[in-house]
């Protein structure tokens, strides 16, 4: 066979990885340092070292994932340019120095890129590299070690920058957004095509991934080298908790590594030159890229046209079959993507392990350089086995940009450069269904729910119309529909939406209070009951047993309950109040706080309510018992407020180690004076009901289990009013609050409250009181 000299060939390779966990900083990792170890591993693989690295005329170092999103602020520091400071470290006198674009695909894009550089002559030898520790990073701001990241060497930079946008402003308006946010739109897809119930599916994937496990099982590179079953993988634990719908945690990539790659490129003459062992050479025979167009531009998300176009033209210009590939690693950030190019090359995955390192979640991902490292482990495989063929696919973004690689050490005889740009056509001519913004009803197509601390935190459904596709996200804040969407399977129901603002938003049901529909989504509420008595609406806390104590789930209800209510033009005024005759509210739940349980609170505040600045109609407080803390910050938060002649009120956050952070500060001093408001503050004094009454706390009392019958009367008169001239009240009231800045005053609380949290005492107060013992104070 006659090889052409001016072939590329890949003649090094290196990887390295850090288990880096403190506390010595001075061993900690960073990106350079290990673009640097792996560029001296993969010199140190081709056999002749120093000779080499004088050869050295480019280095393109891909992006980290700290500078592939705009406007982050690293902890330690930023390296400004990235090449020229590893090349410095290794001693290389280059002509160009690169910083990749941002994407998965960018290792396999650049030894395309650089294969046929090679080939015509524009660069004699081609370090690239990549790495990322965020492990590192993590680990250090946990234990507040100091590291620092931003050291530079000068020289000329060719920064490619972040690339086209990876979402439309109108994807990220309607509720796309990080990966584990996006992904789960194309395995929703591909589930509902194969028509296999979420418990299935998740079976599936599980089983898939286990075999990976085992490949990373086996990898000294591997971050996290353990064997996973899919019983395991399958199962939600506190160590495999749900990341979103269908992932728990390790169905995604992990990106908590400390991991570095390296390649070496040349052509056959230059490597002959420097002595090269032939049986260290490695033949890229065929490879391909393209870019797909926006996520809800794609005609179905349940395939990859980009993919499959890509891997065509990689195998044909290579002259082989999916068959004829004896070792394969397919982009594994989620199991979609192995599913869906494993179709796209006829193969099936139970039959054959894809993949050669272990895969993003279990090798680890690091960043956009994961498949160097798999190009890297394919070449050592293809070395042990001369004859045999490989295939590496990266994907970049949402399975936005694929590039693909075939590989073997058998000589490429009659290389030539392989043209891609038909393919970009043809994914740039797909027709793509209209996008809307509307007030309609769709049938789902896809959805997911994200969660943080086992809590939905955000959310959408993606909804065809007989006019085109629909993307929708919940109100901010809308937990409870968030987890009925997740209790369901929504796929193929109808899905109420209503476009707001610019975006699109999903309605969970028609009215508050109404029975539940047929349709996938209703009203659940586990710590509030509402009714609706006509115009009226009622809220009852419905925690007794915790003297209707709120935590955070109950805070998001009631803030969902409260935005429906302002929504709703048939409700006028409401009412709360709490379940049981001891207490209208007694507070945060400080069990649960002293727990370390889930502390969050929506943007509207305490209840839902505290916060709320922009409200238009009345709510009246029917104070049954104790308001204690947040409860009679709930209290001092409503328009009016009526209470049992039992009742009675306090602040006493102080003696827990807190303070009245819910406005109660801010709004008793308003209400009833600066001295007779410092006094219930800082003592934590308890008030009658009747003394509440005589300072203006409450309006007026009521007999004993009269309280919630008296707010009734009270809402009658105001229902009997104008609705609109009460509204036009309560807006001119709310332009009084921003004139007073009672909504500024209220911002200052959240970052005092923060530190207040980090103190001895704060951690002393709460666990005494429910530890039921005095608090040792140590002011500190």
């Known amino acids: 066979m006659t090889i052409d000299p001016n072939t590329p060939v890949l003649i090094g390779v290196g990887q390295v990885v850090s288990h880096w966990d403190g506390p010595d900083a001075a061993s900690a990792p960073d990106p350079i340092s290990l673009c640097v170890a792996a560029a001296q591993a993969a010199l140190a693989d081709t056999g002749i070292g120093e000779d080499l690295a004088q050869a050295i005329d480019v280095i393109a170092v891909v992006r980290t994932i700290l500078d592939s999103v705009a406007g982050t602020r690293p902890p330690f520091g930023r390296c400004a340019n990235p090449p020229a400071t590893v090349a410095a470290r290794l001693g290389l006198t280059v002509r160009r120095a690169i910083y990749s674009h941002v994407g998965g695909d960018q290792p396999q894009a650049l030894v395309n890129e650089f294969a046929e550089a090679i080939f015509a002559g524009e660069a004699q030898a081609v370090l690239l590299t990549g790495a990322e520790a965020t492990s590192a990073m993590k680990t250090a701001a946990r234990r507040r070690i100091k590291l620092d990241w931003s050291h530079s060497a000068d020289g000329e930079m060719e920064d490619r920058g972040l690339g086209k946008p990876l979402l439309s402003a109108y994807e990220i308006a309607n509720g796309l957004g990080h990966p584990t946010q996006t992904y789960p739109i194309f395995e929703q897809a591909l589930r509902a095509r194969l028509g296999m119930t979420p418990e299935a599916y998740r079976r599936m994937i599980s089983e898939l991934w286990a075999a990976f496990s085992e490949v990373a099982a086996a990898n000294p590179h591997a971050q996290f080298p353990a064997s996973r079953s899919a019983d395991y993988l399958s199962t939600a634990s506190s160590e495999n908790y749900p990341v979103a719908e269908p992932y728990l945690k390790w169905h995604v990539a992990q990106d908590a590594v400390n991991q570095g790659a390296a390649l070496i490129m040349t052509s056959v003459r230059q490597a002959r030159a420097l002595g090269v062992d032939p049986g260290k050479w490695i033949y890229l025979h065929g490879y391909a890229q393209g870019a797909d167009r926006f996520v809800t531009e794609r005609p179905d998300l349940s395939r990859s046209l980009a993919m499959d176009l890509v891997l065509q033209r990689a195998l044909g210009s290579a002259g082989k079959a999916p068959e004829a590939l004896t070792h394969i690693d397919l982009y594994s950030c989620f199991p979609c993507a192995v599913l869906i190019a494993a179709e796209c090359l006829g193969l099936d995955w139970r039959r054959r392990v894809l993949t050669v390192t272990g895969g993003l979640p279990f090798f680890g991902g690091p960043g956009n350089n994961y498949s160097m490292h798999a190009i890297a482990s394919l070449v050592e495989r293809l070395r042990a086995r001369p004859g045999d063929y490989g295939l590496v696919l990266a994907n970049g973004g949402f399975l936005s940009k694929e590039a693909a690689g075939v590989y073997s050490a058998a000589p490429k005889e009659n290389w030539r450069p392989v043209a891609s740009d038909d393919l970009q056509a043809k994914l740039d001519a797909q027709v793509s269904p209209p996008l809307l913004t509307a007030s309609l009803e769709a049938t789902v197509e ?220 801010q709004r008793l001093t308003r209400q009833i004076g600066r001295k007779a408001a410092m006094e219930l503050i800082l003592t934590g004094k308890r008030l009658t009901a009747e003394q509440a009454l005589h300072l203006g706390v409450i309006n007026a009392t009521a007999p004993a289990g009269q309280a919630l019958q008296a707010a009734r009367d009270l809402a009658d008169a105001l229902l009997a009013n104008s609705p609109s001239a009460i509204r036009a009240t309560r807006q001119a009231l709310n332009k009084l609050d921003e004139i007073e800045q009672l909504g500024a005053a209220l911002d200052t609380s959240g970052p005092i409250f923060d530190r207040l949290t980090r103190t001895r005492d704060f951690k002393e107060g709460v666990t005494a009181f429910a530890e039921k013992r005095p608090p040792q104070w140590t002011n500190s």
């Not at 707001?500 to 009951?529: I, Q």
């Not at 005759?581 to 945060?588: I, M, P």
């Not at 727990?595 to 916060?611: K, N, Y």
């Not at 807190?658 to 500060?665: D, N, P, R, S, T």
């Open 446 to 665: 896809s959805f997911t729910v994200t969660y943080g601390k086992a809590q939905p935190q955000r959310g959408y459904v993606l909804g065809r119309t007989g006019e085109g596709r629909i993307l929708a996200r919940p109100r901010r804040g809308h937990r409870a529909t968030l987890a009925a969407l997740a209790e369901s399977d929504p796929i193929g129901q109808p899905a109420r939406i209503e476009a707001c603002d610019g975006a699109n938003l999903l309605l969970p049901s028609d009215r508050l209070g109404d029975p539940p529909s047929e349709r996938f989504l209703t009203r659940r509420f586990r710590y509030v009951s509402v009714a609706r008595r006509g115009r009226l609406l009622e809220v009852t806390l419905n925690r007794p047993d915790q003297f209707n104590a709120l935590h955070s789930a109950a805070h998001f209800e009631l803030h969902e309950i409260w935005d429906e209510f302002e929504r709703d033009p048939d409700l006028w005024a409401a009412i709360v109040t709490g379940a049981g005759d001891r207490a209208f509210c007694s507070g945060n739940d400080l069990k649960v706080t002293a727990q370390g349980g889930d502390m969050s609170i929506p943007h509207s505040g305490f209840a839902g309510l505290c916060s709320r600045l922009d409200r238009e109609k009345p709510i009246i407080a029917a104070v049954n018992g104790v308001a204690m803390g947040g409860g009679m910050e709930i209290v001092l938060a409503c328009d009016l407020a009526v209470a049992d002649e039992r009742a009675s009120f306090a602040l006493p956050e102080v003696k827990v180690g807190l303070f009245a952070a819910a406005g109660g500060v």
